[in-house]
Nanobody
Framework: AQFVESGGGLVQAGGSLRLSCRTS????????IGWFRQAPRKGREGLAC????????LYSEFAKGRFTMSSDNAKKTVYLQMNSLKPEDTDVYYC????????????????WGQGTQATVSS
């Protein structure tokens, strides 16, 4: 599986970014897929994921209301729209999938890409 994340950058507090993750090498429509973020020396924080059982989108409590995940199956690409950004949102953002399609926890990430850096200035 391959993932190419893009769309990060430098933005002022209150601004927005739209991240993209282009995928290949696996059956996109079958696997749960989601976004998480992680900074050096910090733990991984799940943000959003698509549950393939019903194609619903789930959000962590942190991401609800400010982040929106969407998917384009034809392009095998997922997106993360991030609004009202805060300096504490500065992080590297990744998309990923679990190793198996039957994973029941949508927020499972076993394979992911190189990430895209988002920096929010105050």
């Amino acid at each position: 599986a391959q993932f190419v994340e893009s769309g990060g950058g430098l933005v002022q507090a209150g601004g927005s970014l739209r991240l993209s993750c282009r995928t290949s090498g696996f059956t996109f429509e079958d696997y749960p897929i989601g976004w998480f973020r992680q900074a050096p020396r910090k733990g991984r924080e799940g943000l959003a994921c698509i549950n393939r059982k019903d194609n619903s989108t789930l959000y962590s409590e942190f991401a609800k209301g400010r982040f929106t995940m969407s998917s384009d199956n034809a392009k095998k690409t997922v997106y993360l729209q991030m609004n009202s950004l805060k300096p504490e949102d500065t992080d590297v953002y990744y998309c990923g999938v679990p190793n198996t399609v039957t994973t029941t926890n949508c927020f499972t990430y076993d394979r992911w890409g190189q990430g895209t850096q988002a920096t929010v200035s105050s």
